[in-house]
């Protein structure tokens, strides 16, 4: 068995890859018992520790600046970070925690089946429509997702995207480009109704910050209305069956859930046609959740007032996209959380994670990986 080794795939050349994994041994204490040896596809540097917990940090960029705040775990921990199979063959054996930083489904899919001790599987993103695979499903081993890593600034996404529509920005821009004034009618939107598909933790940040400026909330939750679970920001709670009676009733609809055999394209041709004509969709959840081609039609056909989209069915959206022509559509690249610390708020919600892991103190965000969220 490997003790207290932290093992990091980086690419052979010299240059800006390494930095994170110099930063890293740098930080360590015991950074001058340190080794390089060959191996496939770059070099492993590795160093003695003490071993109480491995963990395999899986990211597709080794350059990444924030893998270096993995200095702040405990000294005992064993540590390998790579973006291949071959990168955590030394540890895989051993390995309690796989950590999907940034890499795709099917890597973390080859890993965890290399790992037979794995007792917890983290995944920086919210969503989990790629990582959720059947061995993984089936396992007992328990995942966590960067859920509420993220949701302030969707909130303020779909807020913006509000007012965009409500004071038509677009058109002040483009008077102010032409040089021509032209005074023009705005919608207040405090009294209007702000409807939410997949009310978990974006639903209630969109709710928290449209409520303050005295709009109402409807929402969408799998389960229904529950006398035990009253929130004071909603004044109605549908089931997934009574979404259209919610649509009907919205000014905004806002998608905010997670990808799943069930949201699949939850807002459809049907809902399309329930929606008021100065309706807006905005879509902050997964591309696939709103039928792309239906609200296409419907926003070229000028029978919803239009859409602001963050998520796309295809990313990054491909040239010629349809969506790129038309005037009533508001454009985000899946950026709308990007925030300048984004992904350093990400790994420090993992290192936190970690503590409550090696104290046996029950996790933040476990998945239930049956239902998908």
């Known amino acids: 068995m490997l003790h207290g080794l932290v093992y990091f795939a980086v690419p052979g050349e010299e240059g800006p890859a390494a930095a994170p994994v110099a930063a890293l041994l740098k930080a360590s204490p015991v950074s001058k018992r340190c080794g390089q040896f060959p191996a496939r596809g770059g070099t492993c540097v590795s160093f003695l520790l003490m071993d109480t917990h491995t963990i395999l940090v899986l990211s597709t960029d080794l350059a990444d600046p ?32 796989i950590f999907s930083w940034s890499a795709s489904g099917q890597l973390l899919s080859d890993v965890f089946s290399m790992c037979p001790n794995a007792r917890w599987v983290h995944s920086r993103s ?6 959720l695979f059947p061995e993984l499903v089936e396992s007992p081993v328990p995942l966590t997702n960067g859920r ?10 779909a807020l913006g995207a509000i007012l965009y529509f409500a004071k038509d920005f677009r058109r002040m821009n483009r008077n102010q480009e032409a040089g021509r004034w032209e005074p023009f009618d705005i919608v207040e939107i405090a009294g209007q109704t702000v409807g939410i598909l997949g009310y978990g ?6 709710a928290k910050r449209v409520s303050a400026l005295g709009m109402r909330v409807l929402a969408v939750k799998r389960h229904g209305p529950s006398i035990s679970t009253v929130d004071p920001l909603v004044q109605q709670i549908f089931p997934p069956a009574g979404r259209l009676e ?3 009733q919205s000014d905004y ?20 046609q329930a929606m008021r004509p100065n309706a807006v969709v905005i879509n902050l959840g997964r591309g696939p959740v709103i039928d792309e081609a239906a609200m296409v039609r419907a926003l070229t056909e000028k029978r919803i007032k239009g859409a602001a989209l963050d998520v796309f069915d295809t990313e990054p959206l491909p040239d010629g996209h349809p969506l790129y022509g038309l005037e009533n559509v508001l454009l985000s690249p899946h950026s709308a959380d990007h925030t300048p610390d984004w992904t ?3 790994m420090r919600f ?24």
């Open 253 to 272: 609809i806002v998608a905010a859930a997670p990808l799943t055999p069930e949201t699949r394209g939850m807002m459809g041709e049907a809902e399309f």
């Open 344 to 346: 350093e708020q990400a």
């Open 148 to 157: 509420g890593v993220f949701s302030q600034s969707l909130g303020e996404f």
């Open 126 to 131: 919210a969503g989990l429509d790629g990582v």
């Open 66 to 97: 924030d893998l270096k705040l993995l200095a702040q775990l405990p000294p005992e921990t064993n540590i390998a970070v790579g973006n291949s199979v071959q990168a955590f063959e030394r540890l895989a054996a051993d390995a309690t925690v």
């Open 350 to 373: 993992f290192l936190a994670q970690f503590e409550r892991f090696s104290e046996a103190k029950p996790l933040e965000n476990v998945v239930d990986k049956k239902q998908g969220y």
């Open 201 to 206: 933790d974006i639903g209630r940040a969109v």
């Open 246 to 248: 919610m649509i009907a």
